[in-house]
């Protein structure tokens, strides 16, 4: 009997090894007759190190900004947390400095919506805008929230804090903080929305940290769920949806038949939106460069690797000139995005095309080269 | 092991792209006639019935979406449609059928019934009065998002979804799970002998009956996966992450049918069992994609209340299948963190579910399902 179990064995061994070299052969075979036009080195060409571009974005792009982000966003808790009555102007313009600058730092790490942070949803909860006052008032009032909720989304994250931190009199802020009837309310809710966020931003990054690290490294394909599929499947999401369309398109009125909408802008009450802006597309092309403390190897150097064109110019380079020409658009604005869409709309439009044609080159061209599949649009059709 | 996939797969990719090379040849032709065909190709075979009431949910879906528009649908239309009475199909060719969807649906305890579809089909007549209006929490109507517009209940459920998916599951997947693969219709105790010209013996009709029911093309597969209706249509959700879910139910419908036809009843009856199992994947990989879609799009009201509708549909319809994976009571629990209470009853509630919600009832469906390794890809 064991015999039998054992002849078997070898027999299936032979068979699975023919069988690999049959399809080995025939894989060549296929390859070759494909690839006519094209010269024959790029068969014995060596495979891009796609390990190496994943070690260098964890290790000196991501991590490091979900480090930093957790670092500012914790500092700026503890310092809400130990608001309390009567709260003074001062104390109000030390949480307006430090929230500017978490949300700053928050534009670096909206691109990695993929892992830790699309399991809890993060970029809703954190940066979903404009904000609703009205639900915000009505939580104050009422007190009683469960900010997780759906229909909370309009009034936590950091266009809440936009609101409830920033108002063109500081004095009258002031006031509404220390409110006989509302203002205990008030700063409890400021307290709650910013813990929220804190609790969010910081179970990310341990993740990234931990266990989340060793599973990115590990899904080294370009297959659907390999790390370089989601990364480029969220970098092209954040780039299309929330920085193009979100912070500029649908404030100009792309949307809306040329009609601007200034209060879709982000940070409309803090006024820094241009700052936001601006951060968010350096971030991303620092990101796609693979550029962490040091230069390192990114996506541009596997676009070079793999000779991917546009037109006769290298891609990557393509896509860096024209990161420059949309930094050009951006440092042409000087007031918020919601004041230029109004005052200088044909400025903000410039903009808007050149951010156009770089997602012809992320969508498009970066994708195709890559062999990556854009399995972020819901093909459904209902 | 591996390798051979990756080779296979190579292989594939770059047969597609050398394609227009190759001479056009069809499995069907070099497939002897004693041995079990690649694809579902059967003669006689018949489920023109099944089509019949594809085409009858195509209409009433198509008509129940109007209030997407802004218009406010007739609930007598959408009742007549259920119940195919009084013609209310544009296509003349239903109106005369004999099938209908109502007298086919799920109509006892423990799950969705007749009732409940058609309470929802009377709700959408009546609320959809509110169509015109924007829709807001609390409020009934259109919510857009793009160019895309649902219109949506007070809570955020889109009825048409939940009445389209549900259908799916209280008429097509139970006819499958629970009649067409079962001993009243398959059982030996059926002719197997007399060979109508068109529908051929009673058995080998009905297992043809649960395959016209998946809504696919006769050579589906994971590799061929284009022109599914329905289920078939959410197949792919499967393919898309490499577990295959087209083949492997094409699979069991064939060497089920095989065997009806070649007298092997074991055959028959290990398909019988593995084709409920296979199809049971399809809902709940489709389930899994949509609670996916609904935290991608957690801050956009249309787009979440909107994937929610779907993967609440195809979440409750994994009820008619008695054999199902799932307990009963981890279904109900999966279905608890889609739901509020509401006076004696649980309601679809999408406006006070948070992200944790979905994730539990993503995780107790993967885990369940062992799809832990892909449930952040479907």
């Known amino acids: ?324 020409s949309v930094i050009t658009k951006i440092d042409a604005l000087q007031a918020s995005i919601d004041v230029e869409v109004l005052n200088n709309q044909s400025k903000v439009q410039e903009l808007y095309d050149e951010m156009q044609k770089l997602v012809v080159l992320l969508k498009l061209d970066l994708t195709s080269a890559l062999s990556i599949l854009i399995t972020y649009q819901d093909n459904d059709g209902d | 092991m591996k390798k051979v996939f990756v080779s296979a797969l190579a292989i594939g990719l770059f047969a597609t792209a050398c394609k227009k090379k190759e001479e056009p040849t069809t499995p069907e032709d070099t497939t002897p006639q004693n041995q079990m065909p690649t694809t579902y190709n059967f003669s006689p075979a018949d489920y023109s019935g099944q089509t019949d009431r594809l085409d009858m949910l195509t209409e009433l879906s198509a008509e129940m979406k109007k209030a997407n528009d802004g218009n406010q649908v007739d609930s007598t239309v959408l009742l007549n449609m259920f119940a195919n009475t009084n013609s209310p199909f544009s296509d003349a060719n239903l109106n005369a059928s004999t099938k209908q969807l109502k007298n086919k649906c799920y109509n006892n305890v423990g799950a969705k019934d007749v009732a409940y579809f058609e309470y929802l089909l009377k709700r959408q007549g009546q609320i959809s009065a509110n169509a015109g209006n924007t829709w807001s929490a609390g409020n009934a109507g259109v919510a857009t998002s793009g160019t895309k517009k649902y219109f949506l209940d007070e809570y955020g459920a889109e009825y048409t979804q939940i009445v389209e998916k549900g259908l799916m599951g209280a008429v097509f997947y139970y006819q499958i799970a629970e009649t067409y693969t079962r001993d009243s219709k398959i059982g030996n105790a059926v002719d197997n002998t007399t060979s109508d010209p068109v529908q051929g013996t009673d058995m080998e009709h009905h297992w043809d009956e649960a395959f016209g029911y998946w809504g696919v093309p006769t050579d589906f597969s994971s590799t061929n996966n284009s022109g599914g209706r329905f289920h078939g249509k959410y197949s792919t959700k499967g393919d898309a992450v490499g577990l295959n879910t087209s083949t492997k139910v094409m699979n069991q419908f064939i060497k089920g049918r095989y065997g009806i036809s070649t007298n092997d009843y074991t055959m028959r009856d290990e398909a019988a069992v593995q084709v409920r199992k296979e199809y049971e994947m399809i809902l709940v990989t489709t389930a899994i994609h949509y609670l996916n879609s609904a935290k991608a799009n957690f801050a956009d009201d249309a787009l979440r209340c909107h994937a929610l509708s779907e993967a609440y549909g195809f979440i409750f319809s994994l009820a008619y299948n008695s054999d199902k994976k799932i307990s009963t009571t981890d279904l109900s629990t999966t279905m608890g963190y889609l739901e509020t209470t509401a006076g004696p009853t649980s309601i679809p509630d999408f406006v006070s579910i948070t992200v944790a919600d979905i994730n539990n009832a993503i995780d107790l469906l993967s885990s369940t399902y062992e799809l832990d390794a892909v449930k952040t890809s479907l």
Not at chain 1, 171 to 189: P, T
Not at chain 1, 190 to 206: G, I, P, R, S, W
Not at chain 1, 270 to 299: A, D, R
């Open chain 1, 1 to 324: 009997m064991m015999n039998l179990i054992h002849k078997t064995r070898v027999s299936n061994f032979k068979l699975l090894n023919s069988s690999l070299f049959c399809l080995v052969t025939l894989n060549l075979l296929l390859l070759s007759s494909c690839k006519k036009d094209k010269k024959n080195d790029d068969i014995t060409k060596a495979e891009f190190n796609k390990s190496i571009l994943l070690e260098n974005i964890a290790n000196n792009v991501i991590i490091p900004r979900y480090d930093s982000l957790k670092f500012i966003v914790s500092n700026f808790n503890q310092q809400i947390q130990a608001l309390s009555q009567p709260v003074s102007a001062n104390d109000l313009i030390e949480a307006q400095i430090s929230f500017k600058s978490a949300y700053q730092t928050w534009q670096l790490c909206s691109s990695f919506d993929f892992g830790p942070a699309e399991s809890i949803a993060l970029k809703g909860s954190i940066n979903t805008y404009p904000c609703d006052t009205l639900v915000i008032k009505s939580n104050i009032t009422s007190g009683s929230y469960n900010l997780g909720a759906a229909s909370n989304l309009v009034a936590i994250g950091f266009p809440a804090v936009d609101y409830l931190l920033f108002h063109n009199n500081v004095n009258l802020l002031v006031d509404y903080f220390n409110d006989n009837a509302i203002g205990a309310n008030r700063l409890q809710y400021l307290k709650d929305v910013v813990a929220n966020a804190n609790q969010q931003v910081e179970l990310v990054a341990n993740q990234w940290n931990s266990s989340y690290k060793t599973t990115f490294l590990a899904a080294n394909g370009t297959d659907v769920g390999s790390s370089i599929g989601l990364m480029v499947n969220a970098l092209n999401m954040d780039y299309e949806k929330y920085i193009r369309d979100g912070k500029v398109g649908i404030p100009l009125g792309v949307r809306s038949l040329g009609i601007p909408i200034p209060g879709k802008a982000e940070a409309i009450y803090s006024q820094h939106s241009l700052v936001l802006l601006k951060t968010s597309v350096t971030g991303l092309q620092n990101y796609i460069n693979g550029n962490g403390s040091e230069s390192g190897i990114g996506f541009d150097d596997y676009l070079d690797h793999l000779e991917a064109k546009h037109g006769s110019e290298l891609l990557s380079n393509k896509i860096n000139t024209q990161f420059s």
